[in-house]
């Protein structure tokens, strides 16, 4: 037998809050759904690596841009944009900033979002 599962994104189970941003995570079954807000200057090596202590993003995002943009360059030295009204899928392995006036807020559905913001191997 399925279970029905429903939260509320405005009733978050964690918030992880880092420099020029945050991090609204909930977990449902086993994904956890993050809304991710990034303000103006945010930069994820400058902001949440100090958190992470790996030398780029280990997390796989599967996202949804609401608002904003990001610049995503990926180590292997591929870049993207991703904007409004785009879905992205985002190996492990990168960084990303803000390249708009405005907070990019975005959302992430993937099972390793539960480790976004967090010390690596916690």
Do not use: Q
């Given at each position: 037998m399925s279970?029905?599962?429903?939260?509320?994104?405005?009733?978050?189970?964690?918030?992880?809050?880092?420099?020029?941003?945050?991090?609204d995570?909930?977990?449902?079954?086993?994904?956890?759904?993050?809304?991710a807000v990034?303000e103006?200057?945010?930069?994820?090596?400058?902001?949440?690596?100090?958190?992470?202590g790996?030398?780029?993003?280990?997390?796989?995002?599967?996202?949804?841009?609401?608002?904003?943009?990001?610049?995503?360059?990926?180590?292997?030295?591929?870049?993207?944009?991703?904007?409004?009204?785009?879905?992205?899928?985002?190996?492990?392995?990168?960084?990303?900033?803000?390249?708009?006036d405005?907070p990019?807020?975005?959302?992430?559905?993937?099972?390793?979002a539960?480790?976004?913001?967090?010390?690596?191997?916690?």
């Amino acid at each position: 037998m399925s279970s029905f599962l429903k939260k509320n994104i405005d009733k978050a189970d964690d918030v992880r809050t880092f420099d020029k941003g945050h991090l609204d995570a909930i977990a449902l079954g086993d994904v956890t759904f993050g809304r991710a807000v990034f303000e103006p200057g945010w930069k994820w090596s400058e902001c949440v690596k100090p958190i992470a202590g790996t030398d780029s993003c280990m997390v796989h995002h599967n996202g949804f841009v609401v608002s904003g943009s990001l610049h995503i360059v990926m180590d292997d030295g591929a870049e993207h944009d991703v904007n409004p009204g785009d879905l992205f899928i985002c190996p492990p392995g990168h960084d990303a900033w803000v390249t708009s006036d405005e907070p990019c807020i975005a959302y992430d559905f993937s099972p390793a979002a539960a480790n976004y913001a967090k010390p690596a191997g916690g």
